[in-house]
Structure formats: C-alpha cells, structure tokens
C-alpha cells in the first residue's frame, strides 16, 4: 500500500502490510491494547534487534498513562483490530527504546525487569549511560537512532471489561475499589487464607496512598483519608502475625502510632495489642509488658485478655530460661577421659604420672629403681569433678588439717558445712 505520513505526528511515517477488520475505534483513556511488535535497525540488513513473538510474551499498554515510548500509542491508535503496520520513527522518538527493551527482555528471561533501576525521571534515565547488560541496547542508549517497528494490533479491552492495575485507576477508582478489596480480605482470613487477605489488604493501602500523595499534608483531606488506612494497616499486622513475620508487625504498628500521636484512641489501643504480641513472640519481655499494660490503661474492659497474655508471656519465658539451663548446664564440666577411673589420676597410686590409659594403650610403668610411693587417695575426683568443686574440696581438706593440727588435744569441730554449701550454690 501506499506510504503516508501520520497527521500531526513529525517524524512518523506508516505503511500498511495488512489491512485490518471493522472501524477505526475511538479508544478511552483506560483502554488495554494488546499486540505484538518487531524492531528494526534503519539499516540496509534492517538488522532485528527485538521480536515479541520470538519471546512469546505480547506487549500491552494502557492508553493516556503516559508509556515510556509515547509514540507507542500514537501508532497503535491509528490501526484497527487484525491490522499488521510499519512505522519508521525518528531518533526524537526512540531516545528511551534501549531501557523498555531492556524491562521486556529481562521479563521473557524469567527475571525482575526493575532490578537495578534507579529512581530518577525518564529524561535522567536517559541520560544514564550505564551498561543496560545487553550490547546492542548499549549503543541504542549511546546513540539513539532512527528505527522500524512492525506492530500487529490484535486485541483492545474496554476500561471497564478488565481487572485493572493499580497505577492505571485514577482516583474515583482507586477510592471506589477500597471498600471492595477490604470486604475480599475480610472474606479470605475467615477461611484462614492469611497470604491472600494480607495481599488484599495491602492493595487496598496503596490505592489511599496514592490518593493521599496528592493531598497537603494533615490538611483534611489528607488525615480523612489516614483514618480510612489505619485499619487495614490493622488488618494486614494480623495476617502477618498469623504468618510469623514479627518484624514487619513491628514496624507498621510502630509507623501508625508514631502518626497518629493519639487521635484515634481506638485504633491505638489495637496497634499497641498487635505490637505486643510481636514483642512477645521474639521474646522482647519488657516491650511486650509495657504494650500489654498500655491496652490495659487505655481500654480497662481488655483488662482479663491482657492477664491472660501476660500469663502466658510469663509462662513462655520461665520455659525459655529453663531450656537455656539445661542447654548450659555442662558449660564448665571437664571431659572425662578414656580409660580412667574414679579415684584414679595424678594422685591415683597405679603407677601412672596422673594420666589415663587411652584404649588399647599400653601403660607408663615406673623405672625399676623407683621407689613406689603410696599416696592418699584424692579428696575429690579430679577427672569426675568441675574444677571449681574440686578447688572447694581441697580448701575444705586443708582447713580441717590446719584445725586438727592446731587445736591437739581439743574437740575439734569440723568446718561448717552450711558456708561451703552456700558457696558452692553461688558459683
């Protein structure tokens, strides 16, 4: 067919390769427009640099939402459904191909199309002369340049006959999807789907923050539309409790209180009872206490469920103490070693230099001209013993020797047991 150029549009021409069916259609903003796209170097190879179909993933816009190549939309609204069209577009028009190339790529690759983006407006992106990974889209980025795109348009779906994403609502319907998204999460925690209602919850959030971004900040507008948030901040804490993600409770419930600084008693007293419970469940006794009293302080009727979960704090922390006993308990035990005997051992009278035989030893036997000398047997058992009971008992002997020795001829009287029992304790 014949080459023409788009209306008001510099820099764009278009050819029809096949004609599609029905009318020009007269697209919404909100419109989703489906297609499959190749492109082309302006060269004498016309060298392919992507094929959406070779990816198996169709690209989609949503008509007036601003896509990174605006020129995208200008095409695809000038073509009819089943119309397959070449447009030649200027470098004025591609500057911004080599990072959308870069997002649908990685998303055929199984991987995060934003992984590495930095946070900068489209004009500082293009400017980022930063490897994209990919080298033909290196020298895209280096040199914008004139190229081809074949786009087959394929499907258009009404603003209203599909479940759309968040960024694409504009207020009216980010604050009529709110009250639906709440009443879905509510839904999904009865049946004890936490997972899912924590994500409804969450979407439902991010539609009022969107809408509240654009709000003066603690002007009505802005703390009207706080105030619908807290609660499903609420809600989303409980599934994560549910779920064991105490952190993140912690953090939220923390956020809302520090905003809210009092003027929503009612909710507070739930924040702080969330938060509580996540002290509680990473062992943060004395956090946990203090929340637990501040429920109890604000909202005297919770006072029997707040006893109740300060019982069970304190029942959880005296196990917890019990099996780090148990856990530490042989801390300071000596290991015994192989082969000896209780009784035995440097002092042991078997003729070894104090040490035990190792199994299938042989043991050290005294020279022949080495007088054998019988010792007294140990006080304590050196190898069976920690060593500071064995201190304690060599102290014990040599006091009770001392004594006897000093006081010949008088009733003696051993040491008192009492202070060596109550050392040993202490130690």
Same mark, same amino acid.
């Given at each position: 067919m014949n080459e023409m150029y788009l209306l $008001?549009?510099?820099g764009v021409k278009k050819k029809i390769l096949h004609g599609g069916r029905g009318e020009l259609l007269q697209f919404k903003d909100g419109s989703k427009l489906t297609f499959h796209f190749q492109t082309l170097k302006d060269d004498f190879e016309r060298t392919v640099i992507d094929d959406s179909r070779q990816a198996g993933i169709p690209m989609e816009i949503i008509v007036g939402k601003l896509f990174k190549i605006e020129v995208w939309?200008?095409?695809?609204?000038?073509?009819?459904?089943?119309?397959?069209?070449?447009?030649?577009?200027? +470098?004025?028009?591609?500057?911004?191909?080599?990072l959308v190339s870069?997002?649908?790529?990685?998303? +055929?690759?199984?991987?995060?199309?934003? *992984?590495?983006?930095?946070?900068?407006c489209g004009m500082g992106n293009m400017f980022d002369y930063h490897s994209t990974g990919y080298a033909d889209l290196d020298e895209l980025q280096r040199v914008p340049q004139p190229l081809i795109f074949i786009m087959e348009l394929f499907k258009v779906d009404d603003p209203s006959s599909y479940k759309r994403d968040t960024w694409a609502m504009n207020k009216e319907e980010k604050l009529s999807a709110v009250p639906v998204l709440h009443s879905e999460g509510n839904r999904l925690v009865l049946l004890k789907r936490?997972?899912? =209602? +924590? =994500?409804?919850?969450?979407?439902?959030?991010?539609?009022?923050? $969107?809408?509240?971004?654009?709000?003066?900040?603690?002007?009505?507008?802005w703390?009207?539309? *706080?105030?619908?948030?807290?609660p499903l901040v609420l809600n989303y804490c409980q599934c994560q409790l549910e779920l064991g993600e105490y952190y993140e409770v912690l953090e939220h419930t923390t956020d809302l209180l520090q905003k809210d600084n009092g003027n929503h008693p009612g909710e507070n007293v739930k924040a702080y009872f969330k938060r509580a419970k996540a002290h509680a469940a990473i062992w943060n006794e004395k956090e946990a206490r203090e929340d637990f009293l501040r429920v109890a302080q604000l909202d005297p009727s919770l006072g029997a469920a707040v006893k109740k979960e300060l019982r069970l704090l304190g029942e959880r922390m005296r196990e917890k103490h019990v099996e780090e006993r148990q856990r530490y308990q042989?801390?300071?035990?000596?290991?015994?070693?192989?082969?000896?005997?209780?009784?035995?051992?440097?002092?042991?009278?078997?003729? $070894? =230099?104090?040490?035990g035989r190792e199994e299938g030893g042989g043991s050290a036997e005294a020279p022949p001209h080495t007088p054998h000398r019988p010792t007294p047997p140990s006080p304590v058992s050196?190898?069976?013993?920690?060593?500071? *009971?064995?201190?304690?008992?060599?102290?014990?002997?040599?006091?009770?020797?001392?004594?006897?020795?000093?006081?010949?001829?008088?009733?003696?009287?051993?040491?008192?047991?009492?202070?060596?029992?109550?050392c040993k304790a202490s130690v």
């Open positions: $008001n549009v510099e939309e200008t095409l695809l609204t000038s073509m009819r459904i089943g119309e397959v069209a070449e447009f030649w577009c200027d +470098a004025i028009h591609t500057g911004m191909y080599a870069k997002g649908m790529r990685r998303i +055929a690759e199984g991987k995060d199309p934003l *992984e590495g983006q930095k946070h900068r936490y997972q899912e =209602a +924590a =994500a409804k919850y969450q979407e439902a959030v991010i539609c009022l923050r $969107n809408v509240q971004a654009k709000e003066k900040p603690w002007a009505e507008d703390l009207s539309l *706080e105030k619908l948030i807290m042989g801390l300071f035990q000596q290991p015994q070693l192989k082969g000896a005997t209780k009784g035995k051992g440097q002092w042991g009278g078997d003729g $070894n =230099a104090g040490a050196q190898t069976h013993l920690p060593w500071w *009971e064995a201190t304690l008992g060599l102290a014990t002997l040599a006091l009770y020797s001392a004594a006897t020795f000093t006081l010949r001829g008088v009733k003696k009287h051993p040491p008192e047991r009492c202070k060596i029992q109550r």
